[in-house]
Nanobody, 125 residues
Framework: QVQLVESGGGLVQAGGSLRLSCAAS????????MGWFRQTPGKEREFVAA???????????YYADSVKGRFTIFRDNAKSTAYLQMNSLKPEDTAVYYC???????????????WGQGTQVTVSS
């Protein structure tokens, strides 16, 4: 069956960096766009970034305004893994981060077919 497994979350001070990974199995990774979303308690899951099927960062990418210029999404199709490099982290970036696979670069959660279990990112001030 399809599995998306996130890793790389943790506790970091404001201004620091983290790199999240999303390892995929059970699907043809290069056939799917990949997205990252985040969620805090009591709030809806929100879009962070997405990349189309192209390898590394050569493909089309799209970012939420709140992370543009600080976060970078890229992928390695040979490793069936997507990444989210997060720099200049802020306390408001604290959330559970989820990766998702879908047919295209979308910002709506309903347009993704598969989801990971999430990884916690906590940014201290």
């Amino acid at each position: 069956q399809v599995q998306l497994v996130e890793s790389g979350g943790g506790l970091v001070q404001a201004g620091g960096s983290l790199r999240l990974s999303c390892a995929a199995s059970g699907l043809t990774f290069s056939s799917y766009a990949m997205g990252w979303f985040r969620q805090t308690p009591g709030k809806e899951r929100e879009f962070v970034a997405a990349i189309n099927r192209s390898n590394w960062s050569n493909g089309y990418t799209y970012y939420a305004d709140s992370v543009k210029g600080r976060f970078t999404i890229f992928r390695d199709n040979a490793k069936s893994t997507a990444y989210l490099q997060m720099n200049s982290l802020k306390p408001e970036d604290t959330a559970v981060y989820y990766c998702a696979a879908g047919p295209g670069v979308r910002t709506d959660t309903s347009e993704y077919d598969y989801w990971g279990q999430g990884t916690q990112v906590t940014v201290s001030s």
